[in-house]
């Protein structure tokens, strides 16, 4: 087995890192919120955010060596925000839904 991709931040570069990758749906239903990992130490951390009608479904993902936690929250009148960072490109966040 490969050692794990850890910097992964969409379906289009895991296909491009993970040749054998099977994707059924809409890979990218998840937005990435924000990620930091390092390959040397082993770690990954992630925020991944789901919309949906009445507000946000958010999962935290930490990863270290070949043991992963996760937590999930629904979070309710909010939506996910597309902006951009002028160094880093896109940037989301979680902000208020306006009905």
Same mark, same amino acid.
């Given at each position: 087995?490969?050692?794990?991709?850890?910097?992964?931040?969409?379906?289009?570069?895991?296909?491009?890192?993970?040749?054998?990758?099977? /994707?059924?749906? =809409?890979? =990218?239903?998840?937005?990435?919120?924000?990620?930091?990992? @390092?390959?040397?130490?082993?770690?990954?951390? @992630?925020?991944?955010?789901? =919309?949906?009608?009445?507000?946000? !479904?958010?999962? !935290?993902?930490?990863?270290?060596? =070949?043991?992963?936690?996760?937590?999930? /929250?629904?979070?309710?009148?909010?939506?996910?925000?597309?902006?951009?960072?002028?160094?880093?490109?896109?940037?989301?966040?979680?902000?208020?839904?306006?009905?």
């Amino acid at each position: 087995m490969n050692e794990k991709t850890l910097s992964n931040t969409s379906i289009r570069a895991a296909k491009k890192a993970v040749p054998d990758i099977k /994707v059924v749906g =809409d890979g =990218d239903t998840w937005k990435l919120i924000c990620k930091a990992s @390092s390959k040397s130490e082993g770690w990954m951390k @992630s925020t991944k955010a789901m =919309d949906v009608d009445t507000g946000v !479904v958010i999962q !935290v993902t930490t990863q270290q060596g =070949d043991h992963v936690a996760e937590a999930l /929250v629904f979070v309710p009148g909010v939506r996910i925000i597309d902006g951009c960072h002028p160094d880093e490109g896109i940037e989301r966040r979680i902000g208020k839904r306006v009905i």
